[in-house]
């Protein structure tokens, strides 16, 4: 499906039924698999032969699924996950072991940064953040020998802070290490970092992906251009023989575009289990078939609300990287040329108690933490997810007390300038 283009993709690829099978994927609710011999079953188990028999590591609904992002992305293998947090989880923990190091964006998502910064140092990694506007000095400075990859966001969640991919991409490979990029935000209708250079892609396809906030899930693929065995020291879990699969070396057995996604399927999956449901990644492919649709109405609705904003006089700044002026316009235009996302961050005149107020007036934008879906809504930091700080900690994290995200749905524009319009009147 190489040169098909990205709306039918989001249809098409990944399952193509044969002769009399449904057009739709079929939901595979089953833990399990039958076979006729213990043999097969065995070939199975020392993944000398490819098939399902459990569902916590493969289902068919999950697989296909998974394919269809594969091929979104331009990638040669791909895995889904139960949420955006096993994927961002897995896909370092995939390289590194305790005694390891990343280097990861500063900016990223605060789910993650609790992830690499918290939870994955208690298990001997260690990370290193830098902003991804740093001076190249900087970047160097970042890296350690023990350094396994480089981790960032093409659009920071909720910075909105457009990555660099080809400068990190071009900085990991420098040191022989992957760059890992959070995708989440872009979608591949949007950005495709292994066009730029990127070696892996994660997604919480909880966001956009779904687009309907039904269900929370993750997907991670491989773009197959990393070469494990030219950095076979640095890479022992996928260069040197697993002994709990008879001494499989995974960069041999299934050569450089399959060996990342097998072994975090054959090992984390095996042992970890955050398997999607197939139900959910039924559900997901139903938002995933509207995808590039969507997308590219959040843009022009985002476009429209941040023109607007940006000319209120009541509104303070408004950061959108649509916008002319904006710090990121050149840098978007040229990874994102169809446009960035639909989430507009702006801060209010009267700072915390005008943002406070005109939140409470809107009638359309529903308030909620979640972002990046078919639905119009809105959060107030200060007041909810980061209300345990003081005013002087929020502008040290980047979210003042004025900071208002939206996440522009794609409900008519005019409607939601609407809603917009009297709640500002009212402050
Ligand atoms: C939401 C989000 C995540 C975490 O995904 P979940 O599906 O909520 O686990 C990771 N990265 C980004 C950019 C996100 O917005």
Redesign the pocket.
Same mark, same amino acid.
């Given at each position: 499906m190489k040169d098909l283009h990205i709306e039918t993709k989001c249809i098409q690829a990944g399952y193509m039924p044969k002769n009399g099978e449904s057009r739709l994927i079929p939901i595979v609710q089953s833990t399990t698999f039958k076979y006729d011999t213990s043999e097969e079953m065995g070939k199975l188990f020392d993944l000398e032969a490819s098939g399902y028999f459990y569902t916590r590591l493969q289902n068919p609904t999950s697989d296909y699924v998974a394919a269809k992002i594969c091929e979104l992305e331009g990638g040669t293998a791909a895995m889904l996950t139960s949420?955006?947090?096993? &994927? =961002?989880f897995y896909s370092i923990f995939n390289l590194c072991q305790a005694g390891d190091h990343v280097v990861a964006s500063a900016t990223?998502?605060g $789910? %993650?940064y609790n992830l690499f910064a918290v939870t994955m140092k208690k298990m001997g990694i260690s990370f290193t953040f830098v902003h991804p506007d740093c001076s190249d000095e900087e970047l160097e400075a970042a890296f350690q020998p023990n350094t396994k990859a480089v981790f960032g966001?093409t659009i &920071?969640?909720p910075a909105l802070v457009v990555l660099d991919i080809e400068r990190f991409a071009k900085a990991a490979h420098a040191h022989g290490v992957p760059l890992i990029v959070?995708n %989440?935000?872009a979608t591949p209708v949007n950005c495709r970092p292994f066009e730029w250079g990127a070696d892996i892609v994660i997604h =919480? %396809? %909880?966001?956009y992906m779904d687009g309907h906030d039904a269900t929370? $899930?993750?997907c991670i693929v491989d773009s197959g251009n990393f070469d494990w065995m030219a950095h076979k020291e640095k890479f022992p879990g996928l260069t040197t023989p697993d002994d709990s699969y008879h001494g499989i070396t995974y960069a041999e057995k299934f050569g450089q575009g399959g060996a990342y996604i097998t072994k975090a399927t054959a090992q984390l999956m095996r042992d970890l289990g955050s398997t999607p449901a197939p139900m959910n990644a039924f559900l997901l492919n139903l938002g995933l078939e509207t995808l590039a649709l969507r997308v590219e109405r959040h843009c022009q609705n985002a476009q429209k609300v941040a023109e607007y904003l940006n000319a209120h006089e009541k509104i303070a700044w408004v950061n959108y990287a649509g916008l002319e002026g904006n710090k990121y316009y050149e840098r978007a235009k040229k990874y994102m040329p169809n446009g960035t996302c639909g989430v507009i961050s702006f801060g209010i005149k009267g700072g915390r108690t005008a943002a406070e107020k005109f939140m409470s007036r809107l009638e359309r934008a529903i308030i909620a933490t979640h972002?990046?879906d078919a639905r119009t809504c809105i959060l107030h930091p200060a007041s909810s997810t980061h209300r345990q700080m003081t005013d002087e900690e929020l502008v040290a994290a980047g979210v003042g007390p004025d900071l208002v995200r939206l996440s522009v749905g794609i409900e008519n524009a005019e409607d939601i300038i609407a809603d917009v319009a009297q709640a500002l009147a009212s402050v």
């Open positions: 949420s955006g947090q096993a &994927a =961002s990223i998502y $789910g %993650t966001e &920071a969640n959070d %989440t935000f =919480s %396809t %909880t966001k929370v $899930g993750g972002v990046a």
